[in-house]
C-alpha cells in the first residue's frame, strides 16, 4: 500500500507541475503583450490600455491557455479517478511479485545481558498395523496421538562473548525435562569456543541436526548408541575458512532427566572431525565428510541399548515417563566395562536434492572379557519440488532447515513440498545377546509452510527378527504438525 501511495503522489504532483507551467506561460504571453501590440513603455503613454481592442490579444492569450489548463486538468484527474477505482479492485488480490518483498529491519545495537525467548512443539499422531508375528512380540500396539515435544528456552549473551541456553521440555519424562542448559565462553585462544552444562555431545550428523530440522519424524536407528545429551564441558569451532568443524568433549555418563550423574564410575567422551570436501563454484552444491568417537564408561556396570522404529509416539503413564511405542531392539542391562562408539559421515546437497548418511558401530568390552560389535547405519534423501534447496551450516557440520521460497498466504505461495525416503538399519543380535535386527524402510511427504511451520508423514516398514518370535512386520503411518519460534 505504501508503494501504491507513492505512486498517487507522484502522479499529483505531476499534474500539480503541469498546470503551474501553463499558467506561468500566460502570465509570460501578458507580459509581452505590450510590445506585441504595439503599447508604449512610457508612463502615461497608454490611457487607452483598457480599451477592449486594444486587450483583445491579450485576453485572447489568456483564454486559450485556460482553456487548455482546463481541458488538461479535466483528462488527468478522469484518469487519475480510473486508476484508483482499479486499484480499489484490486485491493482483495495478490499483489504484485515487486510489491511483496519484505523490508530489512535496521539491526540495533546489542545490550547486555539480553534474553530471547524461543521455543516449538511437535503434535504426533500413529497408526499401527501389525502381522501376527509382531502382535505376538508386542502385543496390541495402540495408536498414539499427542505432544512428542513441547519445549521452551531462554537464550542470549550476558556479555559480548558468552552466551547461554535454558531449555526445558514440557513432553517428555520429568515434566519439565533438562534439554539444552549450559553456558558458552566464545573465541578463547587455541580452544575457540568452551561449553558447561547439560547439551549434545560431538558424535553424528544426526545428533547435532536440530530436531526442528529433522526431515524425518525421528532420528534414524543408529541413534540408539548415542550418548547424545550429557552433563559436561566441551570445546568446538570452525576451521579452513569454516569449510570444517571439530569438537570435542568429556561428561558424566549416564545424565538423567535433570542432568544430574550418581555413582563412582559413570564418565565419558566423544570427539567429531568434519570438512567439505568439494563445493561448486557457485556454492549451489558440496559434498561433507566426518567422523567421530565415543568412549562411555557406565556407572554400576551397566549399558543398554534399546530403540524404536523411528515413532517414538508421546510419552504417556500416569508420570508421562513411558512411551506410547515400545522399544523395537532392546540389549536388556549388559554388563560391560566401557563401550567404544565409531561414526562415519557422509552427505551432499544438490541442488533441490540433499542426501544424508552415516555408519555406526558400538563395541563393548564386557565385565567377563570378551566384547561385542553392534552394527548399524543408514542413508536418507530429500528432494523439494518447489525448487528450494537445503542449505548447510557451516558453523555446525550440518544441513539446515528448507525455507520456501513462497510461504503460504504471501503473493499466492503455496510453501515448499518435499519427498523423502530412508533406510536404516541396526543388528542387536550379536554375541549372545538377542536385542534384534530392525530394518526400517520410511517414506516421507513435508509441507513447509513458511520458515516456523511444516506438516510431515511418514510410513514407515519396520521388519524386525528377534528371538524367539523371529520375522515380524509392522506398518505405521504417523504424521506431525510442527511450529516453533
Known sequence: MASQTRWLTDSL?????????????ALFVLAAAPASIGLSQEPGANANLYDAAAIAPVAGYLQDGLESAQQTTDERLAQLEAEVAALRAQSGQALPAEWCVPETPTPSAPTYPGVRLTGFFQLDAGWFNQDAASEATFGDIQDARGFRRARL?????????????LEMDFAAPGRPSFMDVWMEQRGLPLVGNMRIGHFRQYLGMSE????????????????????????????????WDQAGTWGVSGFA??????????????????????????QSAVGDALLHVGGGYALTVPVDHDLRYRNTPEFGGPFGGQLGNVGDVPFFVDTLPMDVDEA??????????FGSLHVMSEARFARAELDNGGTITFPSAYVETGYI?????????????????????????????????????????????????????????????????????????????????????????????????????
Open 13 to 25: 504532483g505531476e499534474y500539480e507541475l503541469k498546470t503551474t507551467r501553463r499558467w506561468l506561460h
Open 340 to 349: 567404544h562408539i565409531f561414526n562415519g559421515e557422509l552427505a551432499g546437497s
Open 385 to 485: 519440488l518447489t525448487g528450494e534447496r537445503r542449505p548447510y551450516n557451516y558453523d555446525t557440520g550440518v544441513l539446515g532447515r528448507v525455507v520456501p521460497a513462497s510461504p503460504v498466504g504471501r503473493c499466492g505461495g503455496w510453501g515448499a513440498w518435499e519427498l523423502a525416503g530412508r533406510y536404516s538399519y541396526i543388528d542387536l543380535n550379536e554375541g549372545g545377546v538377542g536385542g534384534g535386527r530392525l530394518n526400517d524402510v520410511t517414506a516421507g511427504l513435508n509441507w513447509y509452510l513458511n520458515r516456523f511451520t511444516k506438516f510431515q508423514l511418514n510410513y514407515i516398514r519396520a521388519m524386525l527378527d528377534r528371538p524367539p518370535q523371529g520375522d515380524s512386520d509392522t506398518n505405521i503411518v504417523a504424521v506431525r504438525a510442527q511450529l516453533d519460534f
Open 253 to 278: 555418563f549416564p545424565s538423567d532427566n535433570f542432568g544430574d550423574v550418581q555413582g563412582d564410575r559413570g564418565y565419558g567422551g566423544s570427539g567429531r572431525l568434519t570438512a567439505v570436501a568439494w
Open 153 to 165: 528456552a531462554a537464550v542470549g549473551e550476558v556479555a559480548e562473548n558468552t552466551g547461554y541456553s
Open 208 to 239: 547435532l541436526t536440530s530436531v526442528r530440522e529433522l526431515t524425518f519424524l525421528e532420528r534414524p536407528l543408529p541413534f540408539a548408541f548415542s550418548p547424545f545429551r550429557q552433563l559436561g564441558i566441551g570445546f568446538h569451532d570452525t576451521y
